[in-house]
């Protein structure tokens, strides 16, 4: 079973899970988030998981679908930290309902994300619900790290790349492990699945950091150069101050489409388009470590290649 044939599976059961009730603003924007599209990466490694590991990928429905509400919960209370006007090439929630609606919108795909964790019956459930609930902390904690770091007057590599595993990466690793453990692999094996999706999510992550920078707008369904308008002490800000004393200097010295333009500028002339992407090539060749380590187990791994290669070649 192919990458394309699992997210198909995934959509086909996203089209029949709907939310209803009333009052129909707060169920009519939590669908509309849901609708907004994306790669719906981490439902397909809920079922690839379960896939690998010769489960039936149906049976994995109801916790990929848990997982990919979880995400979504997250991004609208994100883009009202991050006062973002567009996901995916369209308004934000708050934008198109206002903050309010917004935050009890969030607040109620969380729970119906355990809604549906509990409607799941197969093995490993309370294993599962645990990894998950674990997870969801990790997410809180990684998300404040990132605001925090805001205010933090110098930011480590180490410390950056921590925040993004735990605000990213982590989620990854939860939806390959959760549909291991879905088609009743050992807890040992579904660890290995883990370690092996974080590598993925930090590399989808560094991704991310690169094209928000360098990105087309057409392409990537946002605004180019968001991070750098915020201020935001990514990767790339850390090892511009790493390379030059100075950059908060000249970093704060333009404001807003001014202040992209000149930073994309500097951090070309730097290199750093070349560095990141040598960063994130690092976590890719991790990620293949592991999944040799997955085959002489005696699993399959065809599609977890497959999901690497197009994490890796994504332009969007």
């Not at 997210?7 to 009052?23: M, N, V």
């Not at 917004?102 to 729970?111: K, Y």
């Not at 560094?206 to 946002?222: N, R, S, T, V, W």
């Not at 100075?246 to 333009?254: A, K, R």
Request: proline share 3%.
């Amino acid at each position: 079973m192919q990458l394309n044939a699992l997210t198909q599976l995934y959509l086909d059961f996203l089209k029949s899970e709907t939310f209803i009730g009333t009052p129909t603003t707060l169920y009519d924007s939590m669908n509309y988030i849901m609708s907004l599209g994306g790669k719906r990466i981490r439902p397909a490694l809920v079922l690839a998981g379960n896939h690998m590991a010769a489960g039936t990928p149906n049976s994995a429905l109801p916790i990929a679908h848990a997982i990919e509400i979880f995400h979504n919960f997250s991004l609208v209370h994100d883009d009202i930290m991050d006062a973002a006007l567009v996901r995916r090439g369209n308004p934000t929630v708050h934008v198109k309902w206002n903050e309010p609606t917004a935050i009890l919108s969030g607040d109620n795909l969380l729970i119906f994300a355990y809604k549906y964790l509990l409607n799941y019956d197969g093995p490993n459930k309370d294993l599962i619900l645990s990894i998950f609930s674990d997870t969801a902390v990790k997410i809180c904690e990684g998300q404040q790290w990132d605001m925090e770091f805001a205010y933090t007057p110098a930011v480590s590599e180490e410390n950056y790349l921590l925040m993004i595993q735990y605000k990213t990466a982590v989620l990854l690793g939860c939806a390959l492990q959760c549909g291991g453990l879905s088609a009743g692999i050992s807890k040992e094996h579904s660890h290995l699945l883990y370690e092996l999706a974080i590598d993925i999510g930090m590399q989808f992550q560094l991704m991310d950091d690169y094209l928000d920078a360098f990105g087309e707008e057409f392409l990537i369904g946002k605004k180019s150069g968001g991070d750098i308008i915020e201020g935001k002490k990514t990767w790339l800000y850390i090892k511009s101050e790493e390379l030059d004393k100075n950059t908060e200097s000249w970093f704060n010295s333009y404001l807003g489409d001014d202040r992209v333009t000149v930073i994309k500028q500097h951090w070309l002339s730097m290199g750093l388009d070349k560095m990141i992407l040598q960063k994130a090539e690092h976590y890719k060749l991790r990620a293949e470590n592991k999944i040799m380590s997955w085959e002489q187990l005696g699993y399959s791994s065809e599609i977890l290649t497959e999901i690497l290669d197009f994490l890796s070649g994504r332009k969007a």
